[in-house]
């Protein structure tokens, strides 16, 4: 993986308050491998490849839309490294034709493997299994939050970001934010919009960082994967405005609460806040399909 030649645009989202809103695109980074997934996967990657594995194999676990999945399944295709994805859910097994997530991956040559919920979440035995199986591949775990990918989001930090006041991103596995926690300026305040229900995401950030200057804000919006008509409402209203797109399960619903949280008077007046759009809109698709069978508006 390749340093981008082109440096990431930062855009202006005017607001009607005494304050500075960007948002950087990292969503442009890659057509394939998109956002925080490039980062993510760069020092794993890179280092990987170094080693010069005699059988390289790439491995990695997600859900039916995940952006992860995605991603490693582009990296295999684009490197020439068969990929393997251990997908939750073992229903998937016949449906998987049916998901664009899923076809995706498959077009780009990943092996899926569907497991039960309960065998998913015992990742740790299935991930030491897959290292007997197979002693040369790297095992990316799921979302691809480790130390090589917080090492990896350091590179969404450069001289355009240096002058803002809050840095806010969305948290999944918390990677992402445990990154630009680890690498931000001194005087910059973090803010991880979560999208998940996880008591224990603090203490994996500090664990990544062993800092302490950042926030945690519920923003699940009815819980990880639900999609209100309020979010679809903002996210349509957004792209029409301001040209941008924003998937529904980690992007929308952080600018949805970055908003909420400007009227509210959550930022104090002439602060500078830069938010991190990290990608994943090839999931709009599959949203759309599940919106679609509940005869709900869709996502433009």
């Known amino acids: ?20 809103l960007f948002i950087k695109r990292e969503d442009l980074i890659h057509p394939q491998i998109s956002g925080n997934k490039y980062w993510k996967l760069f020092y794993n990657i ?4 170094e080693k010069k594995p005699e059988t390289p194999y790439l491995i990695t676990f997600g859900g039916a839309f995940s952006n992860h999945i995605a991603a490693v399944s582009a990296v295999g295709n684009l490197s020439g490294i068969p990929t393997l994805g251990i997908i939750r859910g073992e229903e998937l097994a016949t449906k998987w034709r049916d998901n664009p997530t899923l076809l995706f991956a498959k077009r780009n040559g990943m092996n899926l493997k569907f497991v039960t919920r309960e065998e998913y979440r015992h990742k ?94 519920d923003s699940c919006f009815g819980g990880y994967g639900k999609i209100k008509d309020e979010t679809i409402c903002f996210i349509n209203d957004f792209k029409e405005k301001y040209g941008i797109p924003l998937e529904p399960i980690y992007t929308g619903k952080m600018m949805q609460k970055v908003f909420e949280l400007i009227d509210e008077g959550y930022f104090p007046e002439n602060s500078r806040i830069l938010c991190f759009h990290t990608g994943g809109l090839q999931g709009i698709e599959g949203a759309n399909l599940l919106l679609e069978k509940q005869n709900r508006n869709l996502i433009i």
């Open 1 to 20: 993986m390749k340093l981008p030649s082109d440096p990431v645009p930062v855009q202006e989202i005017p607001v009607h308050k005494n304050i500075k």
């Open 46 to 49: 890179n280092n990987y490849l």
């Open 124 to 217: 740790e035995k299935l991930t030491e299994f897959l290292q007997n199986e197979f002693p040369e591949a790297l095992i990316i775990p799921e979302g691809g939050t480790n130390e090589e990918a917080v090492a990896g989001i350091k590179m969404m930090l450069n001289d355009q970001t240096k002058d803002f006041d809050y840095l806010c991103t969305a948290v999944g596995t918390g990677g992402t934010v445990a990154g630009i926690a680890k690498f931000c300026e001194d005087n910059q305040k973090v803010i991880g919009f979560k999208v998940v229900d996880d008591a224990s995401l603090g203490n994996k950030i500090f664990e990544l960082t062993l800092k302490q200057n950042f926030n945690l804000i």
